[in-house]
C-alpha cells in the first residue's frame, strides 16, 4: 500500500509539530517538564519514517489534554482505513439512545438474526444465543466482537450512526459496512475509515464529557475502559489487559484498535502524573510476511514508550 506523496507530507507535518511542541516547552509549569530527549517522540518520527519509506501510509496525532498542543503529527489528515476504530461512531450513538430511552438496553437481539462472522469473535464461542444490546455494546468494545457490532449496527441502523458522525463534526471518518468474513465486489472494500486527527480529537473529547452530554461521553468511556487489547500502543503501559479500568498506580488509560488486512489503528487517551495525552495511530501496510506485520506493531510499541514518557 505504498504512498509516495502521503510521505512527504507526514514528513513536512511531523517536523512543523516537533518545532511548535519545543516552541511550547518554556511556557509548563515545573512539574511538566522533562529532559528534551523524553519529550521529543524522536524514536517514534524515526520508526515511522522508516516504515513509510518501506512504502507503508502512516498517520499519527498526539495532542496534550492540558494546553491542547498538537506535541506529534503526521499525514493527519489523510482518511485510512481503520477498521474495528471506526466502531466507536457506533457506540456513542448506541450509548446515546440508551440515554435518551429510544433503545432499551436489556432489549434481547438473538445472534440467529445476525449474518454469521466466523473470522474472530467471542459471542460465536459462547452458549447463549441471545444477548441484551447492553451487553452487546460491552463486547464491541471490549473485544471488538464482530457479531455484536453487526447487531448494534442493524438494530441502530447505518442512517444514524451516519447522522452522528455528522453531528459530532467527523468529516474524514465513516463506518462503511458491516463485518463479513469475506468482501465481494458490490461490498464496501472496508468496515470503515477515518484520520488520526479526527479520533485522537475524538477520544480527547469523550474524556472531556464534550461527546453528545456528560452521560454519554461517560458510557462510552467506560466501555472503552475495560478494552482487552493492549497489544499495540498500550504494551508499553504494563496494565493487565483484564483488569486495568482502576490501575493501582493511577494511570488512566482508554483505547480501542483496529485490525484488517495490512492494517492497524489505534486511538486513546493515555494519562499520567505529568501529562494526559489523546492520540492515534494509523499504519496501512503490505502485509506480506510476518516480518512485515512486527515492524508494524513495532511503531505502535515505540509510541507507546514515548507517550509513558511524555505522560510520566
Not at 504512498?3 to 507526514?10: K, S
Not at 437481539?109 to 459462547?126: C, E, F, K
Request: with cysteine; net charge negative.
Amino acid at each position: 500500500m505504498g504512498a509516495p506523496e502521503p510521505v512527504d507530507g507526514y514528513r513536512k507535518s511531523a517536523s512543523a509539530s516537533v518545532d511548535l511542541r519545543r516552541s511550547q516547552r518554556t511556557g509548563r509549569r515545573v512539574p511538566r517538564r522533562a529532559a528534551a530527549g523524553r519529550r521529543s517522540f524522536t524514536s517514534t518520527l524515526k520508526a515511522l519514517e522508516t516504515l513509510a519509506d518501506a512504502g507503508a501510509q502512516v498517520s499519527v496525532h498526539v495532542v496534550d489534554l492540558d494546553n491542547h498542543v498538537h506535541v506529534l503529527a503526521g499525514d493527519d489528515h489523510l482518511t485510512l482505513p481503520v477498521g474495528g476504530l471506526g466502531v466507536v461512531p457506533l457506540l456513542i450513538e448506541v450509548a446515546a439512545a440508551f440515554d435518551d430511552g429510544s433503545l432499551d438496553p436489556l432489549e434481547i437481539v438473538d445472534r440467529s438474526t445476525i449474518d454469521p462472522v466466523s473470522t474472530s469473535g467471542l459471542w460465536r464461542h459462547l452458549h447463549a444465543p441471545a444477548l441484551p444490546l447492553e451487553d452487546l455494546a460491552v463486547l464491541a468494545a471490549t473485544a471488538g466482537d464482530p457479531i455484536a457490532v453487526n447487531a448494534l449496527l442493524q438494530r441502530i441502523g447505518h442512517d444514524k450512526v451516519r447522522a452522528r458522525i455528522d453531528s459530532l463534526g467527523l468529516r474524514r471518518t465513516a463506518l462503511l459496512d458491516r463485518f463479513r468474513d469475506s468482501r465481494g465486489p458490490d461490498d464496501a472494500p472496508h468496515v470503515s475509515v477515518g484520520s488520526s486527527r479526527e479520533f485522537a480529537g475524538l477520544f480527547s473529547a469523550l474524556v472531556n464529557s464534550q461527546v453528545v452530554d456528560a452521560a454519554v461521553s461517560a458510557q462510552v468511556s467506560e466501555w472503552l475502559s475495560l478494552n482487552q487489547d493492549l497489544s499495540l500502543v498500550a504494551a508499553a503501559t504494563g496494565l493487565d489487559p483484564f483488569a486495568h479500568d482502576h490501575d493501582a498506580h493511577g494511570l488512566l488509560f482508554i483505547n480501542k484498535t483496529g485490525r484488517d488486512r495490512g492494517v492497524r489503528a489505534e486511538a486513546g487517551v493515555l494519562a499520567g502524573p505529568r501529562a494526559g495525552v489523546a492520540y492515534s495511530l494509523i499504519v496501512c501496510f503490505d502485509d506480506l510476511s510476518i516480518a512485515h506485520r512486527l515492524r508494524a506493531h513495532d511503531v505502535f510499541r515505540v509510541l507507546g514508550v514515548e507517550l509513558m514518557e511524555y505522560t510520566h
